[in-house]
């Protein structure tokens, strides 16, 4: 049986970066709280995903969101942290876009 532990990371490094980009330019998570194992949900300038509730546990845990509990929602923003994170990544595929551009 092949390992694949190498290529999950990969996965779940990439969720990890597309959520923080998506959250940087505006983006909520939240989950409904009355609905018994309601996914989390990713909304960006009106469209809409589910989001892997282990990926949102681990940055939590990385303090990289913040909770906000409502009576029939939490939401998660993005910590200080996580926004200085999400900066450094919005700059440097901002830098690589220019960098492909400029080889063309």
């Not at 923080?20 to 018994?36: C, D, E, K, P, W």
């Not at 589910?50 to 681990?58: D, M, Q, S």
């Amino acid at each position: 049986m092949q390992d694949h532990s190498d290529h999950l990371d990969y996965q779940q490094a990439e969720q990890k970066k597309a959520l923080l980009i998506a959250m940087f330019h505006g983006g909520t998570v939240s989950r409904a709280t009355r609905v018994q194992n309601a996914p989390f949900r990713v909304t960006v300038k009106g469209d809409s995903a589910t989001v892997p509730a282990g990926l949102i546990h681990e940055m939590s845990q990385e303090r990289l969101l913040r909770k906000q509990d409502y009576p029939d929602r939490l939401f998660y923003m993005l910590s200080e942290k996580g926004r200085e994170l999400a900066r450094g990544i919005v700059a440097s595929e901002k830098q690589g876009a220019k960098e492909f551009r400029a080889r063309l």
